[in-house]
């Protein structure tokens, strides 16, 4: 079936605004909240090569430094998680790494959105709940939906800056924390720490002091957002060529 151009790229364009919007960005960096496809594991040493050394996380103080050192020198993270801000609700199931590819899901409120990242190219695959949200026809979904898009090198460089390492660990609020206790979050052992803004990041107690879950501060949305796999998100990978078709191609 031939789809009219300007609705494909209308589409991808929306798709792609949901990902680059400044409130999923904002969502991302100050909450989120527990995946139900993904179960954060326990976050690992750094192994070597991947990440310069960092004090490990006995107590000791300087939560802030020694929290954004930890996050500054890891080579890659799991992040999932729903936040509420703003009245916009944004979830998150993504593995991101330091050297610019990524992939994952991301639900900007609209509906689901599937992304990858190579580094050279990008590729989108939206669900029918989202090209519902956008009002477009079903017979829209016939042809997209369960196919990722490969969009332009244009394109790619909006997914990348909305979605990368840097932009998703980068500007994480990080106040001046004070220890408050212990707890077992997805089955680790962490360390509470309590933010001067109201905030609570709950970070490894033992090894290097990776963040496991983060909740923002009061009035300043709801949700958590979990981190796993620090260092050790596999390689991420371009889809299946049976999976992607290329803008061309829906409207030709």
Not at 129 to 138: K, T
Request: with cysteine.
């Amino acid at each position: 079936m031939r789809i009219p151009s300007f609705i494909v790229a209308g589409t991808v364009a929306v798709a792609l605004a949901g990902c680059g919007s400044p409130a999923s960005h904002n969502a991302a960096n100050q909450s989120g909240a527990t995946s139900p496809a993904t179960t954060p594991a326990a976050s690992p040493a750094a192994p070597a090569g991947t990440a310069s050394p960092v004090s490990p996380a006995a107590s000791g103080g300087n939560w802030d430094k020694r929290v954004r050192a930890a996050m500054t020198a890891a080579a890659s993270v799991h992040i999932s998680g729903t936040a509420d801000t703003k009245g916009q609700s944004v979830s998150l199931n993504l593995s991101v790494t330091r050297a610019g590819p990524y992939a994952g899901e991301v639900n900007p409120g609209k509906g689901a959105l599937y992304v990858v990242y190579t580094g050279r190219k990008a590729f989108v695959k939206v669900s029918s709940a989202f090209l519902r949200s956008a009002g477009l026809p079903s017979s829209v979904c016939t042809v997209m939906c369960g196919k990722y898009v490969e969009v332009p090198v244009t394109e790619g460089k909006l997914l990348d800056g909305g979605l990368s390492f840097f932009k998703l660990t980068g500007q994480l609020s990080i106040p001046a924390y004070r220890e408050t206790g212990t707890a077992v979050v997805h089955g680790e052992r962490v360390i509470v720490l309590h933010g001067s803004d109201g905030s609570q990041l709950d970070v490894a107690a033992s090894g290097v002091p990776y963040p496991v879950a983060a909740f923002p501060a009061a009035g300043q949305g709801s949700g958590e957002i979990n981190f796993s796999e620090w260092n050790a998100v596999p390689p991420i990978t371009a889809p299946p060529s049976s999976e992607v078709v290329s803008l061309g191609q829906l409207t030709a």
